[in-house]
Each structure stands twice: as C-alpha cells, then as structure tokens.
C-alpha cells in the first residue's frame, strides 16, 4: 500500500502577502504525512520588473519571458519568494528544501517552440525525476518548488506553477497516493462566480463538458480543470480545488472526480 503525500500548489497572491502567507504556511505544517509545495510569484515579478524599468507583457494571462524577464523572475521565484517560504516553514519546524527545475536535474524542460506567440524562455515540462524527490520526500525532506526549470543546455526556463504542480503530482503518483490540491482565492469552483456559497462540491468530467457548454466554467478555470482530469488519468488519487485556508478541511472546496 502506498504513502500518502499531499501536493499542494499556491499562487502568487497568497504567498506573496504578509497575512495570507503565515496562514497558509502554519496550515500546510499542520498536513500530516509527506507534502510538498508548489508555488508562484508572479506579482512580485511584475513589481521589481517595474523598479528596474523592464515592462512586463502578458498574452493569455501568461507572461513574455524575454532575457532580461528571465533574470526577473530567477531572481524572483527560485530566490525571493523560494527562500522566504522556506525560511519559514522552518521557523514551523517543517525541513523544508526549496527547489528549482535545475537543482539535481528534477525537472528538465524545452523551451516552447513559437506557433502564434513567442513566449520566449519559458519552458513545457519534458520529465520529472521522481526517483530523486521520493528519496528526498522518504528521508522527511518537504520539497518547495519555484516555477523554474532547465532545458539540460544550461538554460533556465520560466514555467507555469499549476504545469509544475501537475507534472510533479503524476510523477510522485507512481510512487505515492497523492492528493493534489489546487489553492486560489475562491472557495471552490463556483456555480455562479458572484455567490461564494454556489461551490460545486464534486465534478466528473461529464460535469465538466456540460458546465463549459453552459458557460459555467470559463476562462483561466478551463486549463485549470483539464490538468485534473490529466492528473487522475495518470494515476493521481483525488485532485481538490479550494481556497488556501481550507487546505486542512476536509470536505471544503471542489473535488474533481474520474
């Protein structure tokens, strides 16, 4: 019978703030059982890119990563925002070891070839080396994972944080019983975007093709869901979307089911 680990990815915003970020943090100690934790920054990318007089531009939500952006957001994510979480997860007694795609090789990417958009240094994950995490994860090592990884040819690349969370939770499913939870500042996937209490509790993938017909579902939310359904056909247990500070309530937020 497999360990149970639970993957947690968080955006930015959360941990970004002061107040969001130590709750998150004392709640994501209180997990039992291995975890790891994945998450983004890219406000903090936006602003001191901002400082330094470099423009950020955006297609589709998804950030341009010229050469001086990729500086930004290595800066950034594997340094600022990275170490910050895992100087305090210590201070809560987790060991927490911060990592990007490049250290020990764990996550090798290409680069994304240019169709429409040329995205520039940012990375589609190619593998995942969940031999090494697992050996990491079983000696009480939490993994905390920055939105970077390499193409092997020296080159960083900038990678989505929910691609990261997903490649990593269906590598470390052949090893563990991995519950992948999907934090954001709603409670849920909600029926009616404007009414906090509409969360739908549960979504097949039937649901999920009805709810974008009828144009419940839309946006962001529609690759968010596609990734949970991939995850569940690779072998991830449960995968939950929910807010932040209910990462330690069971029953809370949307399960995403076969």
Do not use: W
């Amino acid at each position: 019978m497999k360990e149970k680990l639970t993957l947690i990815k968080v955006g930015g915003k959360i941990v970004e703030e002061e107040a969001t970020l130590q709750a998150l943090l004392s709640d994501f100690a209180a997990i039992e059982g291995r975890k790891v934790l994945v998450h983004g920054g890219g406000r903090s990318a936006t602003k001191l890119a901002a400082r330094l007089g470099i423009e950020s531009q955006m297609v589709n939500g998804r950030r341009i990563t010229d050469a001086e952006t990729l500086k930004i957001v290595t800066m950034v994510y594997g340094g600022l925002v990275n170490k910050n979480i895992v100087a305090r997860l210590q201070a809560c007694g987790v060991n927490a070891l911060g990592l990007t795609g490049a250290d020990m090789d764990v996550i090798r990417s290409v680069k994304r070839p240019v169709k429409d958009v040329d995205y520039g240094f940012v990375g589609d994950v190619e593998r995942v080396d969940a031999t090494l995490l697992g050996d990491l994860i079983a000696k009480g090592v939490v993994p905390v994972m920055a939105p970077l990884t390499h193409d092997g040819c020296g080159n960083m690349l900038n990678t989505n944080a929910d691609t990261i969370a997903g490649e990593t939770a269906k590598a470390l499913a052949q090893l563990f019983d991995v519950t992948l939870v999907y934090c954001f500042e709603k409670r849920g996937v909600l029926r009616d975007e404007n009414d906090d209490d509409s969360v739908i509790p549960q979504i097949t993938r039937a649901d999920f093709e009805q709810l974008v017909a009828d144009g419940v579902v839309q946006g962001g939310m529609i690759p968010k869901l596609e990734n949970a359904f991939e995850a569940l056909r690779a072998g991830v247990s449960q995968v939950i979307i929910t807010q932040a500070s209910a990462i330690n309530t069971p029953g809370e937020g949307t399960r995403i089911i076969r």
